[in-house]
T-cell receptor
């Protein structure tokens, strides 16, 4: 079963705080892991793309993958009100999406309070 | 560079009708995927096309179909619309290394 669990929130934090978003999954065949940000009435925007276990940093964003625990995280440093959005994790068995495409979590609604 | 373009942005249709949605991928991207997004189910994979061939298909009824043209543009069609088909339909294109999504077509079935 290729299920991805993600806390829907809402998660409300003050501006400048470090935000931690997480997903757990059950399918050990997942190799590619992504984080998307979605603003209201917009399509998802790719933030981070990682392969297998490890960390990846891009500006204020850090993605972590722990395949042994089937757990992925996204950290946002120095959070800004403009970071308020829904954050979706996604994963797949191969870089081309695989037979079932990308499998998404339901998304976490994040609110950054000014 | 131009992103993924989906038309139309909004549609209202009546039960039993059919609808065609269009997607223009990023130039150079040959893979186009379609997803349905609803509040209850989240994003669910419909199908993927690569070089005019359907490469993968999600768990949706045969009323949902698609195609891809030689210029990589793609269309999806839903026949005999049901109220439950009301959703945001998202198209995404890729050249490997993650998918770029369009803003979607919001379909309302009444």
């Amino acid at each position: 079963q290729k299920e991805v669990e993600q806390d829907p929130g809402p998660l409300s934090v003050p501006e400048g705080a470090i935000v931690s978003l997480n997903c757990t999954y059950s399918n050990s065949a997942f190799q590619y892991f992504m984080w998307y940000r979605q603003y209201s009435r917009k399509g998802p925007e790719l933030l981070m793309y990682t392969y297998s276990s490890g960390n990846k940093e891009d500006g204020r964003f850090t993605a972590q993958v722990d395949k042994s625990s089937k757990y992925i995280s996204l950290f946002i440093r120095d959070s800004q009100p403009s970071d308020s959005a829904t954050y979706l994790c996604a994963m797949s068995e191969d870089s081309g999406g695989g037979a079932d495409g990308l499998t998404f979590g339901k998304g976490t609604h994040l609110i950054i309070q000014p | 560079k131009a992103g993924v373009t989906q038309t139309p942005r909004y549609l209202i249709k009546t039960r039993g009708q059919q609808v065609t949605l269009s997607c223009s991928p990023i130039s150079g991207h040959r893979s186009v995927s379609w997803y349905q997004q609803t509040p209850g189910q989240g994003l669910q994979f419909l199908f993927e096309y690569f070089s005019e061939t359907q490469r993968n298909k999600g768990n949706f009824p045969g009323r949902f179909s698609g195609r891809q043209f030689s210029n990589s543009r793609s269309e999806m069609n839903v026949s005999t619309l049901e109220l439950g088909d009301s959703a945001l339909y998202l198209c995404a294109s890729s050249r490997g290394g993650g998918y770029t999504f369009g803003s979607g077509t919001r379909l309302t079935v009444v």
